[in-house]
Nanobody
Framework: QVQLVESGGGLVQAGGSLRLSCAAS????????VGWYRQTPGNQRELVAR??????TYADSVKGRFTISRENANNTAYLQMNSLKPEDTAVYYC????????WGQGTQVTVSS
């Protein structure tokens, strides 16, 4: 049984920073591809960042501002978000991909102008 729990969301002013965490249960974390997605009302979820064993990818809109990382020893993934903009406001979800994709429940990030 794999469960993902995101935390670290909240309200921040434009230009500020937040660090999202994703704690995973189970024993697949170190073998999984880690991803962060976000979704705004009425829109599809979009990929923000993704980390495989050998590479990371970012959406163009967050390159240079967001950093994905992971600590396999602690079964935890992170998304460091700097220079936040109002358009970054969304519910953020972490995922683990191993045979199938597991999703967390999401955490709200709100950036005020």
């Amino acid at each position: 049984q794999v469960q993902l729990v995101e935390s670290g969301g909240g309200l921040v002013q434009a230009g500020g920073s937040l660090r999202l965490s994703c704690a995973a249960s189970g024993n697949i974390f170190s073998r999984s591809v880690v991803g962060w997605y976000r979704q705004t009302p009425g829109n599809q979820r979009e990929l923000v960042a993704r980390m495989t064993s050998g590479s990371t990818t970012y959406a163009d809109s967050v390159k240079g501002r967001f950093t994905i990382s992971r600590e396999n020893a602690n079964n935890t993934a992170y998304l460091q978000m700097n220079s936040l903009k109002p358009e970054d406001t969304a519910v953020y979800y972490c995922t683990l991909q191993f045979v199938r994709t597991y999703w967390g429940q999401g955490t709200q990030v709100t950036v005020s102008s």
